[in-house]
Nanobody, 125 residues
Framework: QVQLVESGGGLVQAGGSLRLSCAAS????????MGWFRQVPGKEREFVAG????????GYADSVKGRFTISRDNARNAMYLQMNSLGAEDTAVYYC??????????????????WGQGTQVTVSS
C-alpha cells in the first residue's frame, strides 16, 4: 500500500501560479509511474499530467500543455505540478495518483489504484 498526500492548493488570481506537491509514504514510488488528475463537481475526474518512473517521459492534457509542468523527486518520494498562467477553467480539486507496477503513465483514472485525498485549487477571475 502507498499513502499519498497532496498540498499546495489554494486561492489564486487569474494569471497566477501555484505549485502542488504529492508526498508518498508506505512504499517507494521510484519505480512506478504517477499522474495528476482534477475533478469539478458533476464531472468525471480528468487527466492533467503524467510522468514515467524516471521522470524522463511526461505527458499533458491539451488544456494545460505549455502552462503546467510535472516533475518528480524519487529520492524524496515526491511528485510536483507547477501550474502557471492559471485561469478560471483550472479551478478543481487536484489529485495525485500512483500506478501499482507500471513504469509508464496512463491517462485514464482507472489505471491508478492509489490516490491522495485531493487539494482544492480555486482561480478567481
Amino acid at each position: 500500500q502507498v499513502q499519498l498526500v497532496e498540498s499546495g492548493g489554494g486561492l489564486v488570481q487569474a494569471g497566477g501560479s501555484l505549485r502542488l506537491s504529492c508526498a508518498a509514504s508506505g512504499r517507494t514510488i521510484s519505480g512506478v509511474a504517477m499522474g495528476w488528475f482534477r475533478q469539478v463537481p458533476g464531472k468525471e475526474r480528468e487527466f492533467v499530467a503524467g510522468i514515467n518512473w524516471s521522470g524522463q517521459t511526461t505527458g499533458y492534457a491539451d488544456s494545460v500543455k505549455g502552462r503546467f509542468t510535472i516533475s518528480r523527486d524519487n529520492a524524496r518520494n515526491a511528485m510536483y505540478l507547477q501550474m502557471n498562467s492559471l485561469g478560471a477553467e483550472d479551478t478543481a480539486v487536484y489529485y495525485c495518483a500512483v500506478t501499482r507496477y507500471s513504469s509508464i503513465y496512463y491517462t485514464r483514472a482507472g489505471a491508478y489504484p492509489f490516490w491522495g485525498q485531493g487539494t482544492q485549487v480555486t482561480v478567481s477571475s
